[in-house]
């Protein structure tokens, strides 16, 4: 480590937030994600385990529990380009696809004030994804806004995809699900398993999101633990993200979005998808 990343180790070591961040990693579970958060730490993750893999480490993305994906959305089957509408959501309707509502992993789940945006990118069949989330800083315990960009690229089944983000210094591989989402937009139900290869941690979980941040209604709630038990989850696993400040995020729109927003095409059932299925 010396060797390879001497200059920033010292770096990380003579700033105070850099400091902290290493300290607060000693104490925390190895999975802990909500102690990495410092731009010196960064710095010294992409060195030390990114670039040289300075510990040897080799996560793989696991491969259980198989989640089925979600085949038809308004009795018609699902294609590549009506999956992608379904991520993109409510992006153009509002300032952002989906809020994350609860999840299964607590290591991301309990960042407060998660927004989800999906949209295509310039470059023909590009897809990205942005979450714009909160995190409580060390010390002063104050909430800071943070924003991760990730490229998604379409999996071999519609409704699966394969995601890539550098994250802390650290890129993550992740392979995501759409397990369900109703017919009026009112809730959606993603799936993932992930890896930080070089970090040896790898992780599952799954996303109940919803427009507005709400728990779905009492008469979706059959469908909504059908979906869940697809993915080997029950409902009281689920950890309720705090959605109670979410002043002012930093949302921006991303990006070129080629889609009209499903929200304001729910009617036509007929036309399902944007973009013609290929």
Known sequence: MIRNCGPQILKCLLDPNGRNALQCLNQCSPVDQVCNYSKTRRVLSLCVLQ?????????????????????????????????????????????????????QNPAY???????????RGKAKGSFRYEPVF???????????WRRRKYRV??????????????????????FWTIVDVSDDLSWGLFHYHGAARVAGQSYTGAVLV??????????????????????????WELFN?????????????????????????MNAIGNISSMPCS
């Open 51 to 103: 670039k040289h893999n300075c510990l040897e480490l080799d996560a793989k993305i696991p491969t259980k529990p198989h989640v089925p994906p979600m085949v038809k959305f308004r009795w018609e089957d699902i294609c590549h380009e009506t999956a992608e509408d379904l991520f993109v959501g409510w992006l153009g309707s509002l300032d952002w696809s989906w809020r994350v509502v609860a999840g």
């Open 210 to 235: 919803s427009p507005n941040g709400e728990y779905p209604n009492e008469r979706e709630s059959t469908k909504l633990v059908s979906a869940l038990d697809r993915c080997g989850i029950k409902e």
């Open 241 to 265: 993200v705090d959605n109670c400040l979410c002043n002012d995020p930093p949302l921006g729109f991303p990006g070129p979005n080629t889609a009209v927003p499903l929200s304001q095409s």
């Open 109 to 119: 789940d309990q960042f407060p004030c998660q927004y989800q945006l999906f949209y």
């Open 134 to 144: 909160q995190v409580k800083t060390l010390g002063d315990g104050k909430l800071v």
């Open 153 to 174: 690229k379409r999996a071999k089944i519609p409704s699966t995809f394969n995601f890539s983000v550098l994250d802390n210094g650290v890129v993550s591989n992740e």
